[in-house]
């Protein structure tokens, strides 16, 4: 198993779990650990016992945000230069199995967005969600202001982005940044099962449902309809659709192990 510094990799059969490990800075996500976490998705991502990732942080934060400490001094030459956020920071999109994002305590600024980068949030009951850049002097910069109206609304957002108010995690679930709420002592418990329900069924067409998913942001309804119906068609050109179809036929458990 690969060895980080600001990470801590674990496989739970199918399902990898990455955890983001600067626990003094409550997890501010700087340059290496960017860079680690690129590394460990790009490897999960490519190996074929892999079925599903999750992203998670600890108990009392999953990310306080961008190291603040470490981007007080840049200049706009330096983040120009050095394409300051995107650069590392969009491998996650990349990823093409799914990815859940697993938040106890703290998803502030880019935390929030890293999490909103995952296909699906599962919070913690101490979870809490904010976007307070703009008490720091900048607007968000890895996606907040075109991810979160999209996720939970205008008026939602505006106040997000505005107030920099916290929200947690019933309020989450309620405007639909976190698919579910459970309790923080058992969220990687509860987390693994979820991903060990994906990592079950077969990858390829979990793959194939993320992109048709994530196309509808990208394309106009009819557009994103026409590139679900062609998957669909492909997909009867895979061992999974014979599978899943016979299996339900023949009243037994369907096997897509390696599909
Ligand atoms: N960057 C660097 N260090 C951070 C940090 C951050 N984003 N967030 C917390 N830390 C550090 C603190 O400096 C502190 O370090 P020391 O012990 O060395 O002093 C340590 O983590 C613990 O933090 P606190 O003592 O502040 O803990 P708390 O429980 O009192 O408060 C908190 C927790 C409310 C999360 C508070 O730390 C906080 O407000 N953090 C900053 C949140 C923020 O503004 N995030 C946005 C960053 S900008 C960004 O993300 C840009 C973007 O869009 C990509």
């Known amino acids: 198993q690969a060895q980080y510094a600001d990470l801590i990799v674990e496989v739970h059969g199918k399902t990898a779990l990455i955890r983001l490990n600067r626990p003094k800075a409550l997890n501010a996500l700087n ?19 892999i079925g599903c990732i999750v992203l998670t942080g600890s108990e009392k934060a999953f990310a306080a945000g ?4 470490a981007m007080v001094d840049y200049t706009y030459a330096d983040t120009y230069r050095d394409n300051y956020i995107s650069r590392n920071w969009e491998h996650i999109l990349k990823v093409r199995k799914p990815v859940i994002g697993a938040v106890a305590g703290f998803a502030l600024g880019g935390g929030c ?5 995952c296909d699906f949030v ?3 009951d101490t979870a809490k969600f904010g976007q307070p850049e703009i008490k720091i002097g900048v607007p968000p910069g890895a996606g907040a202001t075109q991810r979160l109206p999209r996720a939970i609304g ?14 947690d995690a019933v309020e989450a679930e ?10 923080a002592e058992k969220l990687i418990e509860e987390v693994l099962v979820i991903a060990g329900q994906i990592a079950a069924m077969p990858t390829s067409v979990a793959m194939m449902v993320k992109d048709a998913v994530n196309r509808a942001f990208e394309t106009p309804l009819t557009d ?12 009867f050109g895979t061992p999974a659709q014979k599978e899943g179809m016979q299996a339900f036929l023949a009243k037994r458990p369907a096997n897509f192990d390696g599909l």
């Open 113 to 117: 967005e890293l999490a909103m980068m």
């Open 174 to 183: 309620r405007i639909g940044l976190v698919s579910r709420v459970v309790s």
């Open 224 to 235: 994103g309809v026409a590139y679900e119906r062609r998957l669909f068609q492909a997909a």
């Open 66 to 69: 961008a190291d603040i400490a």
């Open 122 to 124: 599962v919070a913690a």
């Open 154 to 167: 205008k008026a939602k957002a505006m106040d997000m982005l505005l107030t920099a108010r916290t929200i």
């Open 31 to 49: 340059d290496n650990m960017m860079n680690e976490l690129g590394d460990a998705l790009r490897m999960f991502d490519a190996d074929p016992a």
